[in-house]
């Protein structure tokens, strides 16, 4: 419960920066043309608010709502959510948003994603300043890496494969945000460089491969661990078997297995497709001092029997395998820049799945967003997610449809282009379709949470 305490307070307060710094660009730039601005809100407030107030002279007023999914500012003669129709069917006043050239509301428009992004770009140089740039060459991993079925079907890979370049660019983990990139990279790529055996060589990999592993729903890759217990959880299954430190896994039900993380994967997958009631008699094979030996675990829907890799997996974390650069205050920022465009590409190179079969499982409401913050409060881990989020959110902001800023901004270039506005009826009906799309969408991922939990 305090996970979930956690979780969820780290997620409010990410969302609650990020829906302010969005607004505040798209007020500064209005009030900048002198357009005036009637609410200022974080949440939306449907029947009432939680907190509002207005100052003295003010022509705007300021609050919090109760329905935590956003927010707005109301920009008077436009266009919005709030779909005030009396006001829009006065005649326009020069204070109001359509009495202005299209270029000041384009500019209007685009203030909310510009904000964002340079919101992360600071957050980005900040972080660098603070924290430095520590990551992980994957060609340091001497024990190279261990990878799914359909990554060594389809690309020609094998277990124990050091990862050098992906196009001739250096694989790292953990350099940007959720390690992205280097995933998007790495299954993008056309010609990725291994060292097998201790020679070097070039895989060139499939046109089709990245939607292969995508479709696949497997992990990729992950460092490769050698199949021997590390340690045995007291009071576990493993303990009641008599396993112990130092014995070497084999085979699972007469299967071999070739490293740490493919015995996880086997055993996970086995629980998967037990009842709740159910266990699984699981033969397991190992040696301890060079014999051989089998005995029988009971695996339940954890699908967790209490052994682990710990040490080993922390070796692979060695200051000798790590690599970390410092960053004086001025030379951050240029370096921030570089990882919000980074970061932005990753994401945008990933979104071309999303609208796939596949994709439209895969998407997550606030539960999925909430579970990407660190189990324990933790500075770093919360600002690298605000700024990932801010970089999704500027993108999700411009994609052009209505009731989005990017479908304001497509109106906008349409009167550039053409020199007439578009029907004003045409609008509140677009206005009106976007919000049902994104409503549907709200609930299809919020959904996928909920079927997530149980099933």
């Known amino acids: 419960m305090e996970t979930i305490l956690i979780k969820a307070l780290q997620l409010i307060l990410s969302l609650s920066i990020l829906v302010i710094i969005h607004e505040f660009g798209h007020f500064l730039f209005a009030r900048i043309f002198k357009i005036r601005v009637e609410k200022f809100y974080l949440f939306f407030n449907p029947g009432f608010s939680l907190f509002k107030f207005k100052p003295k002279n003010s022509e705007t007023e300021y609050g919090i709502g109760w329905l935590p999914l956003g927010g707005y500012v109301k920009i008077s003669g436009m266009i919005d959510e709030s779909m005030d129709k009396e006001q829009m069917a006065q005649p326009p006043k020069s204070w109001e948003f359509r009495s202005k050239p299209a270029w000041q509301r384009l500019l209007v428009m685009v203030g909310g994603v510009l904000f964002n992004f340079i919101l992360a770009i600071i957050i980005f140089a900040m972080m ?96 490769w661990v050698s199949p021997v217990i590390d340690s045995v959880v007291k009071d576990s299954e493993a303990e009641r078997i008599g ?34 009631s159910e266990k699984h008699s699981l033969a397991i094979t190992f040696y301890r001092d060079g014999e051989p030996h089998t005995v029988t675990a009971a695996v339940d829907t954890s699908g967790v029997i209490g052994i682990t890799s710990a040490t080993k997996m922390a070796s692979v974390f060695s200051k000798e395998n790590m690599e970390t650069r410092e960053y004086g205050f001025f030379e951050s920022f240029p370096a921030g820049i570089n990882n919000g465009v980074a970061t932005l590409k990753g994401y945008v190179a990933q979104m071309r799945f999303v609208f796939s079969k596949e994709g439209v499982k895969n998407l997550s409401g606030f539960a999925g967003i909430g579970n990407l913050f660190p189990a324990q409060w933790n500075w770093y881990g919360f600002w690298s997610m605000t700024a990932f989020l801010s970089i999704v959110l500027a993108f999700m902001n411009i994609l052009p449809i209505p009731a989005l800023d990017g479908g304001h901004i497509m109106f906008l270039l349409y009167e550039v282009i053409t020199k007439r506005q578009p029907n004003e009826k045409f609008m509140e009906y677009a206005q009106m ?16 949470d909920i079927l997530r939990m149980f099933f």
């Open 128 to 223: 660098l300043f603070t924290w430095g740039d520590t990551y992980l060459p994957l060609k340091n991993v001497k024990d190279g890496m261990t990878f799914s079925e359909t990554v060594k079907r389809n690309g020609g890979f094998q277990d124990k494969d050091i990862l050098i370049s992906a196009d001739g660019e250096e694989l790292v983990q953990g350099r940007g945000i959720l390690d992205m990139n280097t995933f998007m990279h790495f299954i993008d790529a056309k010609t990725v460089t291994i060292k097998r055996n201790g020679k070097q060589m070039d895989l060139t990999l499939p046109p089709a491969f990245a939607d292969s592993v995508i479709a696949s729903k497997q992990v990729a890759y992950n460092y």
């Open 243 to 276: 396993l112990l430190s130092g014995d070497s896994i084999a085979a699972l039900d007469s299967v071999a297995v070739s490293s740490f993380f493919a015995m996880q994967k086997a055993v996970s997958n086995i629980s998967k497709d037990l009842e709740n």
């Open 433 to 448: 379709g976007g919000m049902i799309f994104l409503l549907l969408l709200l609930l299809v991922a919020n959904g996928n």
